[in-house]
C-alpha cells in the first residue's frame, strides 16, 4: 500500500521554527517528485513547495521563499519541509503528496496532513 | 486572490448534474494543463483529473473534465450526497514557477 505519513506539526510562536517531516512507503520514493500542499483553516488549498527526485531542483510559493526549505533524502524515503520565521498566517494543515509528473500539481498520493499553530 | 476564479459554491439535487468552472487567462490555463481535486470534508485532496480530462484509476466516469481556450469545467452527473465536497481546480504558473490552485467551489448535494 502505498502510504506518505506526516510528523512534526504542532503549537509555535510567531517567527519561530518548525521542521515537518513525511515518511513514503509502498512506492519508489527516489523515483518521484514530490511536494507540499497547505490548508488554513477556512481556506482554500495552497501549494507550497515542490522538490524533484535528487534535490537539485525546487520551488516554493512567494509567500514562504526565503523563510521555508525543502528537502530530502532518499535513503530514508523522507521529504522535509523547514520553516522559519513562522507567522500568523501560516497556520495551516500541511501535506505532503507525490507530485507525480513532476508539474506542481500533479499529486495522486497525499499522507494526512499535520496541524501546524502559530500563534502566541 | 487566485488567477484561476471558480465560483465559491453551487448546489444541485441527487441525480441531477452539475458543472463547476475554472476560469483563468492566455497565460495561465490557455498554455498549461489544468488538474481538479475534490477535498471531501475532513480529508486529503483527491486527485480526480490531471492533464486536463485525464482520469486517475478508481475515479468513477460519472466525473469528466474539459478545457477550452482560458477555462476549464468539471462535470459530474447522477449526484450522490457523497460528492458534497470542496473542488478545485489546479495549474502550473510557469511565469511564476509556482503551482496555483483555483479558490474552490464548495458543492452541496440536497
Known amino acids: 500500500e502505498v502510504q506518505l505519513v506526516e510528523s512534526g506539526g504542532g503549537l509555535v510562536q510567531p517567527g519561530g521554527s518548525l521542521r515537518l517531516s513525511c515518511v513514503a512507503s509502498g512506492l519508489t520514493f527516489s523515483n518521484n517528485w514530490m511536494g507540499w500542499v497547505r490548508q488554513a483553516p477556512g481556506r482554500g488549498l495552497e501549494w507550497v513547495a515542490n522538490?524533484?527526485?535528487?534535490?537539485?531542483?525546487?520551488y516554493y510559493v512567494d509567500s514562504v521563499k526565503g523563510r521555508f526549505t525543502i528537502s530530502r533524502d532518499n535513503a530514508k524515503n523522507s521529504l522535509y519541509l523547514q520553516m522559519n520565521s513562522l507567522r500568523a498566517e501560516d497556520t495551516a494543515v500541511y501535506y505532503c503528496?507525490?507530485?507525480?509528473?513532476?508539474?506542481?500539481?500533479?499529486?495522486?498520493?497525499w499522507g494526512q496532513g499535520t496541524t501546524v499553530t502559530v500563534s502566541s | 486572490q487566485s488567477v484561476l476564479t471558480q465560483p465559491p459554491s453551487m448546489s444541485a439535487a441527487p441525480g441531477q448534474k452539475v458543472t463547476i468552472s475554472c476560469s483563468g487567462s492566455s497565460s495561465n490555463i490557455a498554455s498549461n494543463y489544468v488538474y481538479w481535486y475534490q477535498v471531501l470534508p475532513g480529508t486529503a485532496p483527491k486527485l480526480l483529473f490531471y492533464h486536463n480530462s485525464e482520469r486517475p484509476s478508481g475515479i468513477p466516469d460519472r466525473f469528466s473534465a474539459s478545457k477550452s481556450g482560458t477555462s476549464a469545467t468539471l462535470g459530474i452527473t447522477g449526484l450522490q450526497t457523497g460528492d458534497e465536497a470542496d473542488y478545485y481546480c489546479a495549474i502550473w504558473d510557469s511565469s511564476v514557477n509556482a503551482a496555483v490552485f483555483g479558490g474552490g467551489t464548495q458543492l452541496t448535494v440536497l
Open positions: 522538490i524533484n527526485q535528487g534535490g537539485s531542483e525546487k
Open positions: 503528496a507525490r507530485d507525480y509528473y513532476g508539474s506542481g500539481p500533479d499529486m495522486d498520493v
